[in-house]
């Protein structure tokens, strides 16, 4: 068995994402099983062996989930079987190994995910009027309106 690399682990209703924090990743393997098993490996820069494996909280769909090799880490997108927020990432109820992390970048709360798509909803109009773009003083151009100051000074 080779070394862990560190997981950072987010979720929304439908997926799980993980985040391999492995530069210059080789050899890249993931697979996944419908009833929650996952399992990485890849080879290092220094060509050091990096794996790990995972019994995942419930059961997911693997021919939905992605991967993505980018220079600094890979990126896991684990669709769930139910749509639904997991108590915690695995299965057991042990306290996660130390290389397994939150990723609060890419975190989501519930009720965070229903404010989300609530705005992401909302017309045209309203993101104009919101952003200011519906206002008769802006110009066409994106300037500001200033009013003609001799004008203004005669009268």
Partial sequence: ???????????????????????????????????????????????????????????????????????????????????????RLQKSEEKPAPYIKVDWNKWCDEDDEESDIAESLASDDENNEINGMNDESSDDDGLLYLPDLEKARRN
């Fill in 1 to 87: 068995m080779g070394r862990q690399p560190e997981v950072l682990w987010a979720q929304r209703s439908d997926k799980v994402y993980l985040t391999v924090s492995l530069p210059d990743a080789r050899d890249v393997s993931v697979e996944s099983e419908p009833q929650g098993a996952f399992r990485f490996s890849a080879v290092g820069a220094q060509g050091e062996h990096f794996d790990f494996s995972l019994e995942l909280y419930d059961s997911i769909v693997p021919e939905a989930s992605k991967t993505n090799i980018g220079m600094r880490n890979i990126i896991c997108s684990i669709k769930k079987e139910k749509k639904g927020w997991w108590k």
